[in-house]
């Protein structure tokens, strides 16, 4: 089983809509939890962390259930320019390693 | 931008070469993550070094090697390269600490023939 599994998608969402992403992990020792954004041949980026009392960012909801090993991304109002793939990433162990999803591909059309 | 540098940014090499690839961290941080990410997957942890030890592995084999500097910069060394290795090799940079946030370079492209 892999540490993190993501749906790799593609979700194809038209603007204004709400698109929601889904991770689960397979450690319940890891400690630190997020989701990065990578475009198209470009470095991943930090998007938000991740916390089980629910965290938001303007249009971006996370979230994150232990008891299920399982964190969440919502996006309200997609733009075009939300279109990317969304990494999740979990990190366990005192090396701050972090261990990636294959991560979810978001194309948001006009 | 997040101050961290790689390069080259673009590499091809062949089969059984040995290539060296180079980080440089974001300034105030000593810690540098290396992952490997091939087409289509998520980024794979390598390694890391914390104040030029290395503080951590991933499933690599030995030929993948590398070490910080007192600047705290970082080199991944990669010997008898394979076909396999063709990836996006992405150093990371961070204060240190577990859950810290790891800001990433732009990587470096490596094509094995």
């Known amino acids: 089983r892999k540490e993190v599994e993501q749906d790799p998608g593609p979700f194809n969402v038209p603007e204004g809509a709400t698109v929601a992403f889904n991770c689960t992990y397979s450690n319940s020792a890891s400690q630190s939890f997020f989701w990065y954004r990578q475009d198209c041949r470009k470095e991943p980026k930090l998007l938000m962390s991740v916390y089980s009392s629910g965290n938001e960012d303007g249009r971006f909801t996370a979230q994150l259930n232990r008891a299920s090993q399982y964190i969440s991304l919502l996006i309200r109002d997609s733009k075009l320019s939300d279109s990317a793939t969304y990494l999740c990433?979990?990190?366990?162990?005192?090396?701050?390693?972090?261990?990636f999803g294959t991560g979810t591909r978001l194309q948001v059309t006009l | 931008e997040t101050g961290v540098t790689q390069s080259p940014t673009h590499l091809i090499k062949t089969r059984g070469q040995q290539v060296t690839l180079r980080c440089s961290s974001q300034s105030g941080h000593n810690t540098v993550s290396w992952y490997q990410q091939a087409l289509g997957q998520g980024p794979q942890f390598i390694f890391q070094y914390y104040r030029e030890e290395e503080n951590g592995r991933g499933n690599f084999p030995p030929r993948f090697s590398g070490l910080q500097f007192p600047n705290y910069s970082s080199e991944l060394n990669v010997n008898a390269l394979e076909l396999d290795d063709s990836a996006l090799y992405l150093c990371?940079?961070?204060?240190?600490?577990?859950?810290?946030?790891?800001?990433f370079g732009p990587g470096t492209r490596l094509t094995v023939l």
């Open positions: 990433v979990v990190v366990t162990g005192t090396a701050s390693k972090l261990t």
């Open positions: 990371a940079s961070s204060f240190g600490g577990a859950g810290d946030t790891q800001y």
